[in-house]
Structures are given as C-alpha cells and as structure tokens.
C-alpha cells in the first residue's frame, strides 16, 4: 500500500486537507511528520497534506528498497522524467507501436487497394509509394470474415511473388491502416525478399497485410467491380506494365464476380477516372474468361 519513512519530522503549514484523489508515488505527511510514499495498492483518497509526487520511473527502485535503505528526494524536470519514463515503457512495446511513438520511418507493403493514393488518403495520409515486387507471397481473390460483404484480396505467405507499392507511413498513421484492414493479420517483410523497381536501399521496417488459408470468393460474398476498379486504377497510375503483372500474379479471377458499377458496394472506391473503365475491363477480360 505505502513505503513508511522514518528520519526528521516534516512540518508542514498545514494538518489537514479535504479527502481528494491520490496519485501513484505520492508523498503524504500524517501529523507525525514521517512522510508516507503510497505504492500500486494504495486507497483512493486520503486527506493527508502530500510534498509532491515520486516520479514513477524512481517508484520500482523504490518498492525494491531495503528497510533501513536510506533515500533523498530531488528536485526533477517534469518533461524530462516523463521522456524517461515514455522511452523505458516502449522499450517493453511490440515492435509496431515503438516505432510509431518513436517517430521511425516505417512502409506499408499495398498490393490491393492501397495501390491506389486516393484510397489510401481516405484513411490516412501517407508519404512516398515506391513500386516493388515480393517474393514469398501469393495473392488471391478471398474471404476475409462475415463483417466483408465483398471477397477482397488477400496474400498468403508461401510460395509466389506479386507486385505492390511500398507505402511510406507517417507517425501514427500505422494504427488507422491496422483499423482498415480488420481480419488481416500484419507481419513484417523480410528485406531479402523485397525487391524494390528504383533499386533504393530500405532500411526501415515493410510490413504487410495477410491472412492463411483464405475461403474462395462466393455469390454471397464476390468479387466486386469496384473493388478491383479501384486497384486496377492505381496500378494503371504506375504503368500499363504494372497493371498487367497485377492481373497476371493474382489467382481466383474465375470466382464469382459481381458488377457494382451502377451501384457501388466498396466504401473506399476512389481515384477510378472513365478513362480507365475500358482498359480495365481488357486487362481483366482473358483471364475472368479464358479462350478456348
């Protein structure tokens, strides 16, 4: 509950106060004058007069401390400890969330949707896309849960390669791509396997969307026009080329396939022009229906 110290008696102006909240670390002075330090299972409130409050990365140095220890309290700079206790705390964090407090620079693996800038900016701004291929994953047409009322893509780590676009992520912006990409289980790349179309040299952590064993696409949940509208849009931004290795490296076009465009049905249809409608629906014509 608290650690009890025993020396010269602190005399204060006042004996009492009104009961109010006590924080973690706080110093109480009971009538006595021996201070008492309050630790993780003190009471809620308490109507002693408090000197100030230990700063909480000093308190487990403190609950360790041996009776007849003998302490000195300091005078600390607010910001400072509490940049201290922050970096001691993330030290603890996965990864991810580390990086992101850190401020590190971070990529974001897109080879759907988020191949497209104006899908990506209705989730959160983000910095360069740098076209790449990644070897050790296979992309599919697939279910991801009940809550997709279409089949997206997904990537299985495995045999394979497709290409994509290596989104550079802003501070923070990780947790809202986490939200948009619900289901999806986020691992991250091995640089080996990541070849990059400018040869740029990546040192930053990539990370990438998945899912094992994804169910095939059916008439309840299809693949949806303007979901692949919408990628299709963003690989055409790169380059014609582009767009043809995405048709090309992706399998299950042969499930069932909706129409949408009159009415569509994906929430982040965006940057998808005319234009592009009929060099679409080319791109995708030989392989939704094979010659014979």
Not at 105 to 111: A, E, S, T, V
Not at 168 to 193: A, H, M, N, Q, W
Request: charged share 20%; net charge negative; proline share 7%.
């Amino acid at each position: 509950m608290g650690c009890r110290l025993e020396g010269p008696a602190v005399v204060g102006e006042i004996d009492g106060i009104i009961s109010e909240a006590i924080a973690y670390g706080s110093i109480q002075i009971p009538p006595n004058g021996q201070p008492i330090i309050l630790l993780n299972d003190r009471q809620t409130l308490g109507g002693y007069p408090k000197l100030g409050c230990i700063a909480r990365i000093d308190m487990p140095r403190l609950a360790q401390a041996m009776p007849g220890k003998e302490v000195h309290f300091v005078a600390g700079n607010l910001q400072e400890l509490q940049q201290e206790w922050l970096d001691f705390s993330l030290f603890f964090l996965d990864c991810p969330f580390r990086r992101v407090c850190k401020g590190v620079c971070m990529y974001i693996f897109g080879y759907g949707s988020l191949i497209n800038r104006h899908s990506r900016l209705l989730t959160s701004r983000t910095g360069e896309a740098v076209p790449a291929i990644v070897n050790g994953l296979q992309r599919h047409w697939g279910k991801v849960d009940g809550s997709y009322k279409i089949s997206p893509l997904v990537a299985t780590v495995g045999e394979g390669h497709c290409n994509g676009v290596l989104v550079k992520v802003e501070d923070g912006s990780l947790v809202e791509f986490d939200r948009r990409e619900k289901g999806y289980r986020r691992i991250e790349l091995d640089p080996v396997g990541v070849v990059v179309s400018n040869n740029k040299s990546l040192r930053e952590p990539i990370w990438a969307y998945v899912r094992a064993n994804p169910e095939p696409p059916c008439e309840v949940q299809p693949i949806m026009q303007t979901y692949v509208d919408t990628v299709l849009a963003g690989c055409l931004s790169i380059s014609d080329q582009f767009a043809k290795t995405f048709v090309e490296t992706t399998k299950g076009w042969h499930h069932p396939f909706e129409n949408d465009r009159q009415q569509p049905k994906y929430g982040n249809l965006a940057g998808v022009l005319d234009e592009h409608l009929m060099l679409i629906d080319q791109l995708i014509a030989d392989v939704r229906h094979p010659t014979q």
